[in-house]
């Protein structure tokens, strides 16, 4: 099976049980910066739901902005054995091709973390 961007180095980010690398833009659009955050859930379901709420809407700190512009939302997620599939409403498709690519590393290497996570 091929590696999934960001396998690996996903798995090395989690330091301790409940600590997660979230993952934001850069303020020049280049890269990926990351925070650390508290995160854990009951289940893998609820430390999805609350990665990707954080992703959603939560405001990053100075020097970083969202990975997903204001029009980009996530309509709803599943997980299908260890794979999280993401909607997103239709401002995705609107994106930067350099900006759709670093969003969607960023959410992945984020979520890859989670124990039970296999694929994005």
Known sequence: MPE??????AKE????EGTYSVYYMNMDETGLEKDSVEAEGKNTEA??????DLLDNEKPK????????KDVNINSYAIRKETVVIDFNKGYRKM?????????????KTLLQIPGIQEV
């Open 4 to 9: 999934v961007l960001g396998t690996e180095e």
């Open 13 to 16: 980010d989690k330091a301790e």
């Open 47 to 52: 430390t999805v739901e609350k990665l990707l």
């Open 62 to 69: 100075e020097n970083m902005q969202a990975l997903l512009p």
């Open 96 to 108: 930067k091709t350099v900006r759709e690519i670093l969003a969607r590393a960023g959410i992945v």
